[in-house]
């Protein structure tokens, strides 16, 4: 029996910026960065010395690392951490900054992440990846992840039964959601005939199951609640989080993900059930995956993917509101910061910042993270639960 | 089933020769040990030698028990189709020119799921699937999936041609039809479906046995080549060069000599001036011409074949001054690699045990027959393989010199073959 983990209780994340998205960018990841601190400083009414933690998270950062920012922006702060797991780096910065201010050794953690996107950047990303990635995935068709996704869809297809149809729906609403996100790349409705109609990319992967790749940053502050109400910030409270790596290596394809082996104690941490959640923040690379979130985080049973997206509506004012800023599938991905775009979405949406896509009365969110297609599937998971502070 | 390659139309010469861009060739060291083995046409994956877990992608230490005891050892390949896609997009300049483009993830029956470049002959998932590695046009392994049971024209699959270099209706050029070797293996071409098979003769007023029989098959067309003499090579290069897709220098003057038998340089650089300066000659002339031509239609310039030795591993005393020239054009051979590796040319190097012919007279058997050469070229072609091995004595030698070379050394030199 291992230890009970300490609670989260008492820590605040408050101040969601975000820097808008551009498709291409000539700017450097540390301009983003720069950006999203200058706006973290504003909004939060903070000297930027009074910010003594900082973790930043970034695929084109290189070669510097969360330490070249602190001299290339004149940062000192007393606690540090390079976060570079891309769609979990949002989770996992949360935990470690959460744990942070716990034990005191920071007070107030902004935790950031940005990425530049040059015209040939991501193919460059890709085929440097990881090791296993240039050994044994890049060289077969070179189609990134959409290739690997495209076998886990196919499988969970052939599997459980789900039809395009069902994934389209996962894109439509979080569509619908964009469309009253001012940030989202993707400014027209979208159909589930046009969905379906969609030129196929590496099928059964179609066009509208991709996320854009851009650049642009998301970044968030972390304190103690009592700080947070000293200094007069919108906050939520951290009910509960978890993450997992590497998760069922033994299952020849992706089924499952690493949410379905802690999701208890997720749970347990917060209070709640599956029903308590009121908006999910799901990491939506593919909607195949959004679809494995949903089961695997218990929303219901693996395989039942198909009839729940058939029997809700995933808007932000539905039965099931999934991706209420429109998601990477309409918002763009700009790189780390697809990470900490759920993230973002969901204090705004616990502190009233979500303007006309809020959902009503929410008080209680789940912001799910999924990261690093290191070789065949994602290695990192991660989940956690926001509650408002009223 | 495959549909038969049909015959390419005649190239417009107005429009402009597509140029190679390679797949992406970057490896790891320790996943180059994979395309160690494939290029001499084996599958191997790294076992562990204290808990036996079967490893892929490659890596330093063992998954389950953390040892760092990993061997290269032969697989199967037997395994299970788990899920399918085509590709309509790339970021990769190869594949971008060559979509769409299939893929497969196949779980192993030896454990690990592999993402493999898919025969068209595979169906969808689930479906028994048969793992080989293959190297591709960048020179490294990279993991094909078979259907279990080919049909007869597997081999002209478009994926898999381009992976290999098989002669069918592909333009050869054979540097000496004047040997037994030489002819044997523009009857092989011939037989594996070569569109033209120039034929170099260095002195045409020989006549040697069984040279009419090959220079009145259709598709031969006898070209004077003589590798001791620039000139000639390079006229040659200047008629045909633009249009030969494989090379295969077949040319060796072999005497059986060493140090102190025979006085004097002259035979010792007739053998270099062929054996050596010979295959550089060829390879300043014809290379260019080949490299400009690696992306050139399903007919494109594909490799590149030296007829070396064993004994271009370790010298064998009785044949000391050959073993040393053939040494010389091996380690010319790996630069010639080298060189063409960016195109995209494949360089095959073909190492006999001693060859059934008058130079070996004295020898005792086993000694490899020009046909068994000849067809272990055309196979090496079609399997893309690059180091080739043929004959009982090839792979003996082989075993003992990877085992322990100077073990090897000493053997030899005390006479024992």
């Known amino acids: 029996m291992t230890n009970r983990r300490s609670s989260y209780e008492g820590v605040a994340v408050a101040v969601p910026v975000t820097v808008p998205y551009v498709r291409y960018s000539t700017r450097n990841a540390h301009w983003f960065i720069g950006q999203a601190l200058q706006a973290l400083v504003k909004a939060s009414g903070l000297a930027k010395e009074q910010i003594d933690g900082l973790t930043v998270s970034s695929f084109s950062l290189s070669p510097d690392t969360a330490v070249g920012v602190t001299q290339h922006l004149g940062l000192s702060p007393r606690w540090l951490d390079h976060i570079p797991t891309g769609g979990a780096s949002g989770v996992m910065s949360l935990r470690r900054a959460a744990r942070a201010v716990q034990a005191g050794d920071a007070e107030v953690v902004a935790c950031v992440a940005a990425d530049t996107n040059h015209v040939d950047s991501f193919r460059l990303t890709l085929g440097s990846f990881s090791h296993f990635a240039r050994d044994a995935s890049y060289p077969y068709g070179s189609g990134g992840p959409n290739s690997i996704f495209a076998f886990i869809t196919a499988n969970y297809m052939r599997t459980f039964g789900a039809t395009r149809e069902d994934f389209g729906r996962i894109a439509v609403d979080q569509r619908s959601n964009a469309m009253k996100n001012p940030n989202a790349l993707f400014k027209r409705p979208l159909t589930l005939d046009e969905y379906m109609a969609a030129r196929p990319i590496s099928d059964p992967i179609h066009l509208f199951d991709c996320v854009m790749p851009c650049a642009g940053a998301e970044a968030f502050l972390v304190m103690r609640e009592e700080r947070a109400r000293e200094l007069g910030l919108p906050h939520a409270l951290v009910r509960g989080a978890i993450e997992r790596h590497n998760a069922y290596a033994d299952d020849p394809v992706m089924v499952r993900g690493g949410w379905r082996m802690d999701r208890d104690e997720l749970y347990a941490q917060a209070c709640a059930t599956p029903a308590d959640i009121q908006f999910v923040q799901t990491y939506d690379d593919y909607p195949v995956i959004v679809m494995l979130q949903f089961e695997d985080l218990g929303f219901c049973d693996k395989g039942g993917g198909s009839a729940f997206v058939r029997a809700h509506t995933m808007t932000h004012d539905g039965s099931f509101p999934n991706n209420t800023s429109g998601g990477q599938l309409s918002v763009g991905q700009a790189g780390a910061a697809g990470g900490f775009l759920g993230m973002t979405e969901a204090i705004r949406q616990l502190t009233g910042q979500a303007g006309e896509r809020a959902v009503r009365d929410a008080k209680l969110g789940l912001v799910t993270g999924f990261g690093m297609v290191t070789y065949d599937r994602c290695l990192c998971t991660g989940a956690v639960i926001l509650g408002s502070s009223s | ?417």
């Not at chain 2, 896609?85 to 971008?96: K, V």
């Not at chain 2, 053998?271 to 011409?289: H, K, S, T, V």
């Not at chain 2, 009785?318 to 010319?332: M, Q, R």
């Open chain 2, 1 to 417: 089933m495959t549909m038969p390659l049909m015959k390419p139309k005649r190239k417009n010469p107005v429009l402009r020769t597509r140029q190679m861009n390679l797949p992406p060739w970057a490896r790891g060291r320790v996943a180059l040990g994979m395309t160690a083995a494939a290029a001499e046409g084996r599958f191997e994956l790294q076992v562990c030698k204290d808990c036996s877990a079967v490893q892929y992608p490659p890596r330093e230490a063992c998954h389950r028990c953390l040892s760092a005891r990993l061997q290269w050892r032969a697989q199967s390949g037997e395994g299970t189709l788990l899920g399918t896609t085509t590709l309509h997009h790339s970021n990769d300049p190869f594949f971008r020119e060559r979509l769409p483009w299939r893929l497969g993830l196949v779980q192993l029956a030896a454990g690990p799921s592999v993402i493999v470049h898919l025969h068209g002959e595979v169906g969808e998932a689930p479906a028994p699937v048969k793992v080989g590695a293959r190297l591709d046009r960048a020179g490294q392994a990279v993991l094909i999936g078979f259907p279990s049971e080919g049909s007869e024209h597997m081999a002209d699959d478009k994926m898999l041609r381009e992976m290999t270099s098989d002669p069918k209706f592909r333009k050869v050029l054979v540097t000496d039809g004047k040997t037994a070797v030489g002819q044997a293996i523009v009857q092989a071409l011939v037989k594996a479906g070569a569109d033209i098979v120039w034929v170099g003769h260095a002195e045409p007023w020989k006549k040697l046995p069984g040279f009419d029989d090959v220079t009145k098959l259709p598709q031969v067309t006898l070209v004077p080549l003589d590798l001791t003499n620039g000139r000639s090579v390079s006229e040659l290069a200047g008629e045909i060069g633009g249009k030969v897709d494989i090379v295969i220098n077949n040319a060796e003057v072999h005497r059986a000599f060493g140090i102190a038998a025979r006085r004097g340089t002259d035979v010792a650089k007739a053998e270099m001036d062929i054996n050596y300066f010979g295959l550089l000659r060829l390879a300043q002339e014809f290379g260019p011409a080949l490299r400009g031509r690696s992306a050139d239609g399903v007919t494109h310039a594909a490799a590149w074949v030296n007829l070396l030795s064993i004994y271009a591993l370790a010298n064998y005393p009785p044949h000391g001054t050959f073993s040393a020239s053939k040494a010389a054009a091996y380690s010319l051979a790996q630069c010639l690699r080298a060189e063409m590796r960016p195109a995209g040319i494949r360089v095959v190097n073909v190492f006999p045990g001693p060859i059934d012919d008058e130079w070996n007279q004295n020898l005792p058997p086993p000694k490899v027959a020009p046909a068994a050469i000849a067809s272990a070229i055309v196979k090496a072609l079609r399997d893309g393989v690059e180091d080739v091995y043929p004959g009982d004595v090839a792979q003996e030698w082989l075993e003992r010199w990877r085992d322990n070379p100077k073990v090897l050394e000493r053997e030899l030199a005390a006479g024992l073959t």
